[in-house]
């Protein structure tokens, strides 16, 4: 998909290929899944780029971008959680990728169920994270040195859960005749990208501002 869809249109597209039910489902997982990615995108763009890159944040501002890079990291966990949930919690319904093996056509619901089984377990240890840290604190790991650790949580531990979330919708969408999305290549406008650029023009502004004063000092202007 080259050109930008609202919400709307992408919803209409995949019902047109996919009928009203099992396409409404897709397209809202669809969505979830492109803003798991931009959110994953925005922080790699940030904090897994380069050390240079991590200097001039913190130049900027580091008390705000350490926040930032917790709350994002945690904030990506959680979203693959959601995604990767059951299709019930405490009584209520989940949008979630266990909804698609009832609503696919019986030729690929084995080969689908496969791939849900390699999201949950390359999902797990976000799920480790959202159950002692970040929807609760775990007491035991809190005060107990010698608790069990939370889950290791690596750049590359993430991508492999995001890629394999993306392999099921991937799979629905091939059986439907669509193209293969690759959800790293969406990019928004209003990305960090952006946000990076105006950081490192306002901190050239700021040192050569600063070189201007001083040598005006010099001079004894």
Same mark, same amino acid.
């Given at each position: 998909?080259?050109?930008?869809?609202?919400?709307?249109?992408? $919803?209409?597209?995949?019902?047109?290929?996919?009928?009203?039910?099992?396409?409404?489902?897709?397209?809202?997982?669809?969505?979830?899944?492109?803003?798991?990615?931009?959110?994953?995108?925005?922080?790699?763009?940030?904090?897994?780029?380069?050390?240079?890159?991590?200097?001039?944040?913190?130049?900027?501002?580091?008390?705000?971008?350490?926040?930032?890079?917790?709350?994002?990291? $945690?904030?990506?966990?959680?979203?693959?959680?959601?995604?990767?949930?059951?299709?019930?919690?405490?009584?209520?319904?989940?949008?979630?990728?266990?909804?698609?093996?009832?609503?696919?056509?019986?030729?690929?619901?084995?080969?689908?169920?496969?791939?849900?089984?390699?999201?949950?377990?390359?999902?797990?240890?976000?799920?480790?994270?959202?159950?002692?840290?970040?929807?609760?604190?775990?007491?035991?790991?809190?005060?107990?040195?010698?608790?069990?650790?939370?889950?290791?949580?690596?750049?590359?531990?993430?991508? $492999?859960?995001?890629?394999?979330?993306?392999?099921?919708?991937?799979?629905?969408?091939?059986?439907?005749?669509?193209?293969?999305?690759?959800?790293?290549?969406?990019?928004?406008?209003?990305?960090?990208?952006?946000?990076?650029?105006?950081?490192?023009?306002?901190?050239?502004?700021?040192?050569?501002?600063?070189?201007?004063?001083?040598?005006?000092?010099?001079?004894?202007?």
């Amino acid at each position: 998909m080259g050109e930008e869809l609202t919400h709307e249109q992408v $919803e209409q597209r995949y019902i047109t290929l996919m009928g009203q039910g099992l396409g409404a489902i897709y397209a809202r997982l669809w969505n979830e899944c492109v803003w798991l990615f931009w959110r994953w995108d925005d922080y790699v763009v940030l904090f897994g780029t380069s050390e240079e890159r991590l200097n001039k944040l913190n130049e900027a501002a580091s008390a705000f971008f350490y926040q930032l890079q917790g709350t994002l990291f $945690e904030s990506v966990l959680l979203h693959m959680c959601r995604m990767t949930d059951p299709v019930k919690s405490r009584g209520r319904d989940n949008l979630t990728l266990e909804l698609l093996p009832d609503l696919v056509d019986a030729a690929i619901r084995n080969e689908l169920k496969n791939l849900l089984a390699s999201a949950r377990q390359k999902c797990e240890f976000a799920r480790g994270w959202r159950n002692l840290r970040i929807s609760h604190s775990d007491l035991g790991l809190a005060l107990d040195k010698s608790a069990k650790p939370l889950p290791a949580a690596s750049r590359k531990s993430v991508r $492999e859960g995001l890629d394999a979330i993306a392999a099921v919708l991937n799979r629905v969408g091939r059986h439907h005749g669509d193209e293969h999305v690759r959800y790293d290549l969406f990019e928004s406008r209003l990305s960090a990208r952006a946000l990076v650029c105006v950081i490192e023009e306002g901190l050239k502004a700021e040192q050569e501002w600063r070189a201007a004063v001083k040598a005006q000092r010099g001079s004894g202007q």
